[in-house]
Nanobody
Framework: QVQLVESGGGLVQPGGSLRLSCAAS????????IAWFRQAPGKEREGVSY????????VYADSVKGRFTISKDNAKNTAYLQMNRLKPEDTAVYYC??????????????????WGQGTQVTVSS
């Protein structure tokens, strides 16, 4: 059973940057595609970014395209989400998860599992 632990969240001013980490244990991340999701209070969980098993296939939500970058270091068994030019609307709890079945819906949370506990990102002045 793979376990994921997110870290790197915090409070940042608009325009600032954060890098989130998703550390895996119990199996190697090279076996999995992984995605980042976020959930703001009162809103549904939404997909932010996806990266394939080998790391060469990435997908971004339109709202973060050009600002966020997903990556994974299989040697460190860790995935990352670099978030630049942060906006107040990026405020949410961010989660990483592993793809559990093949799908073309790469940002749909129903196709992902082994969710981490989440890390809070707050963008505010």
């Amino acid at each position: 059973q793979v376990q994921l632990v997110e870290s790197g969240g915090g409070l940042v001013q608009p325009g600032g940057s954060l890098r989130l980490s998703c550390a895996a244990s119990g199996d190697t991340l090279s076996n999995y595609a992984i995605a980042w999701f976020r959930q703001a209070p009162g809103k549904e969980r939404e997909g932010v970014s996806y990266i394939g098993r080998a790391g060469g296939n990435t997908v971004y939500a339109d709202s973060v395209k050009g600002r966020f970058t997903i990556s994974k270091d299989n040697a460190k068994n860790t995935a990352y989400l670099q978030m630049n030019r942060l906006k107040p609307e990026d405020t949410a709890v961010y989660y990483c998860a592993l793809r559990t079945m093949f799908t073309t819906q790469k940002l749909d949370p129903q196709f992902f599992g082994s969710w981490g506990q989440g890390t809070q990102v707050t963008v505010s002045s």
